[in-house]
């Protein structure tokens, strides 16, 4: 039987371990009655109901009906194995590649296949008799307890399959490289794929080709021109997930980023809140590469145990390479608004410096909202941003929304109270630097809560538009406990997790707001209800 302290330390968690994790914790939600005390803020109703997510899932059958077929089938086998990766074969067949531990305590990798191929959901497998298929040896000197979660495989030009492993020597991060002709005897490759000095052991490595034209995803093997590729890493020492985008040397076998790339914890981020472990994978039947990724809890674990769960899956994002090539865009996919309802329309209007307005007509609490912005008449209005303000989070924990600035914040107030003891801001300041307009998002949990045990971290990221040639758009998708933003039509996402105790089921309110001097135009705003994802 699961307890809690699996999802949260545990080490093996690429993406849907976690789902994995909850779906038990909500079968046994009783082993933690008995932990249950009656703390200030919490009462029993609030902790099992208000913070449960509608349309994230937790449990992996909240899903299964909107997504099609071959997106429910990586999903399953993920949710078998989740600790691994799948791979399909010529002909169709999956397998997976997962981490084991073998007798000796030491981190190896497995193979497993279907059991029965007809099987629509694969939802059974079984493990390769001569496992393990790697393993750290005294030859090898891979670090026994520092080799982990293997990638997706992919077919390079001479026919051998590739997969990376993620590793560590002292802070040197690593994705080491293996190859294998038949999928079941594999060979260290002489180099890794790539390494970085100073980042520590890399976890949940993700590396595949993206187009440079247009949204469609490719094959992790697809080859060609006009094609990057992006490796993705899981810094277990920062809990980050950073990628950087380069080309790929199939021959050599060496992945090289592009210049200006940044390695570790400060280079570009999927998301600059609450997101790790990720994975991506390619959607064959609608051509697009698609992200999931795992939310954590920004409460206390005393919290966690009362609740009874831990961790949500954030929406799944579409992924694909900026028309600049310089960073990676997202949005969530299209199946999530078959769970869009009511729909609230602005038309275009100014919102003045100072003021705020309310979007009623939506379940504020799951709500999909967004917003597009213009400023271009008042860019002369924004203030300068000196060099040694120029990390985007801590700019956001010293400037919150009640900061009021030259141009901006403006954005969206999300679980808003009535009286706004509690709400979650999520909003741009525009700045000048170097001679540039320099726009700051921020995802705001200091203020979300009047229960004071929770992570108030404030998030922040640059958003690379420039205000000065095009609208700002702004998407939040709110959902109970969970706040993922969109900035700049998904060059900046922020995920926050917050828990408010008067902001709760009808009580909350949605406000878009303008606490700048200038005044902002709002070009349109949507809005909708959003449904329970429908458990099959
Ligand atoms: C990975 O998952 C498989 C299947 O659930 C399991 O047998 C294996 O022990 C897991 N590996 C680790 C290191 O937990
Ligand atoms: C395999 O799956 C198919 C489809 O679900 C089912 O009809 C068949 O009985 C299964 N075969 C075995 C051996 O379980
Ligand atoms: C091997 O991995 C373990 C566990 O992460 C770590 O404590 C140790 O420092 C690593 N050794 C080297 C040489 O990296
Ligand atoms: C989970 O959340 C806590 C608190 O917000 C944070 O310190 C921790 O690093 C997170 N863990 C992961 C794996 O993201
Ligand atoms: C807007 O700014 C004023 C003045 O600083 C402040 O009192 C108010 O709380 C701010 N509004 C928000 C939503 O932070
Ligand atoms: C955030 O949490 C820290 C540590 O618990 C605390 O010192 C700080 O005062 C909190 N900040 C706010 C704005 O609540």
């Not at 079941?184 to 993206?210: N, Q």
């Not at 213009?374 to 002369?380: C, F, I, P, R």
Request: with cysteine; aromatic share 12%.
């Amino acid at each position: 039987m699961a307890n809690l302290s699996i999802p949260l330390s545990f080490l093996f968690i690429c993406v849907l371990f976690l789902g994995k994790g909850v779906l038990e914790l909500e079968a046994s939600h009783h082993i933690f009655e008995r932990y249950q005390t009656s703390p200030k803020f919490l009462h029993k109703s609030l902790v099992n109901q208000a913070y449960r997510t509608g349309y994230h899932f937790q449990p992996p059958k909240h899903w299964i009906n909107g997504i099609s077929g071959r997106i429910s089938m990586s999903f399953w086998s993920y949710f078998s194995y989740p600790n691994g990766s799948a791979t399909i074969l010529p002909g169709g067949k999956p397998v997976i590649l997962y981490t084991g531990i073998d007798p000796q305590e030491r981190q190896v990798q497995n193979l497993a296949m279907p059991k029965n191929l007809s099987d629509p959901y694969l939802t059974e497998w079984i493990k390769y008799p001569k496992n393990p298929v790697m393993a750290p040896t005294p030859m090898n000197k891979i670090n026994a307890s520092s080799f982990r979660d293997p990638t997706t495989a992919w077919l390079g030009p001479d026919k051998m399959w590739r997969v990376l492993i993620g590793s560590r020597v002292n802070k040197l991060g690593l994705a080491v490289l293996y190859k294998s002709k038949d999928f079941k005897h594999w060979i260290l490759a002489k180099k890794p794929l790539h390494s970085a000095e100073g980042t520590g052991m890399w976890e949940c490595p993700d590396f595949f080709p993206v187009k440079t034209n247009g949204y469609e995803g490719l094959d992790t093997s697809a080859e060609g021109k006009k094609m990057k590729y992006v490796l993705k890493n899981s810094l277990d020492e920062t809990k980050h997930d950073y990628y950087t985008i380069g080309t790929y040397d199939a021959v050599k076998d060496k992945y090289f980023p592009d210049k200006g790339m940044i390695e570790g914890d400060s280079g570009l981020r999927y998301d600059y809140g609450k997101f790790y472990a990720s994975k991506t994978f390619f959607d064959s039947e609608k051509h697009r590469r698609i992200l999931w990724g795992w939310a954590n809890e920004s409460s206390s674990v005393k919290d966690d145990v009362q609740k009874g769960w831990a961790g949500v899956q954030a929406i799944p994002r579409k992924v694909w390479l900026d028309k600049y090539g310089k960073q990676l865009l997202q949005w969530p996919i299209k199946e999530i608004e078959k769970l869009c309802g009511n729909q609230v329309k602005w038309p275009s209007k100014i919102l003045e410096g100072g003021s705020k307005l309310e979007v009623t007509s939506v379940t504020a609490g799951q709500a999909d909202i967004e917003v597009e912005f213009e400023v271009s008449h008042e860019l002369k209005k924004v203030e300068v941003l000196k060099k040694k303000q120029y990390n985007p989070q801590f700019l956001c924990s010293k400037k919150s929304a009640s900061v009021r600035g030259g141009l901006g914040p403006f954005g969206f107030l999300t679980f808003a109270s009535n009286t706004l003891s509690e709400y979650t801001a999520v909003f741009f300041r525009i700045y000048k630097h170097n001679n540039k307009h320099k726009v700051l998002m921020c995802s705001d949990q200091s203020r979300s809560s009047l229960n004071k045990h929770n992570d108030n971290t404030t998030y922040g990221a640059f958003v690379d538009v420039d205000p000065a040639r095009e609208p700002l758009s702004l998407k939040s998708l709110i959902d109970r406990s969970i706040v993922e933003s969109f900035g700049g039509g998904g060059k900046a996402v922020i995920t926050a997790r917050v828990y408010p105790t008067q902001a709760i089921d009808n009580q909350i309110k949605l406000f878009v707001f303008n606490n700048g001097t200038s005044s902002v135009k709002i070009t349109f705003l949507n809005s909708w209800s959003m449904n329970k994802a429908h458990i099959s």
